[in-house]
Nanobody, 125 residues
Framework: QVQLVESGGGLVQAGEPLRLSCAAS????????MGWFRQAPGKEREFVAA????????KYADSVKGRFTISRDNAKNTAYLQMNSLKPEDTAVYYC??????????????????WGQGTQVTVSS
């Protein structure tokens, strides 16, 4: 079993940055592909970004490409999502997710085995 705890959410103004963290425990962190998803009110949970086990490969949703950066520190069992140039449409609950399988980086919700409780990000205009 893997436990994921997100932190770093909050209220920011449009254009400001924010960094989310996801602390993992319960399994060797370097064996997990890590992802970030988000869910806005009334919308489906959507893929944001993901990073391979070693950190050498990443994927991003088109809506955040060039503004968000996913990274990980395997020594600290932590994944990060650096969000720059935030927009009001980025407002959502952000979820950290972990995939224990080996293979390509998943971008669908079904590709992930473990989920955090979520952290709220609100971007005001």
């Amino acid at each position: 079993q893997v436990q994921l705890v997100e932190s770093g959410g909050g209220l920011v103004q449009a254009g400001e940055p924010l960094r989310l963290s996801c602390a993992a425990s319960g399994r060797t962190f370097s064996s997990l592909t890590m992802g970030w998803f988000r869910q806005a009110p009334g919308k489906e949970r959507e893929f944001v970004a993901a990073i391979s086990r070693s950190g050498d490969s990443t994927k991003y949703a088109d809506s955040v490409k060039g503004r968000f950066t996913i990274s990980r520190d395997n020594a600290k069992n932590t994944a990060y999502l650096q969000m720059n140039s935030l927009k009001p449409e980025d407002t959502a609950v952000y979820y950290c997710a972990a995939d224990r399988s080996i293979g390509v980086i998943a971008t669908g919700r079904g590709g992930y085995d473990y989920w955090g409780q979520g952290t709220q990000v609100t971007v005001s205009s």
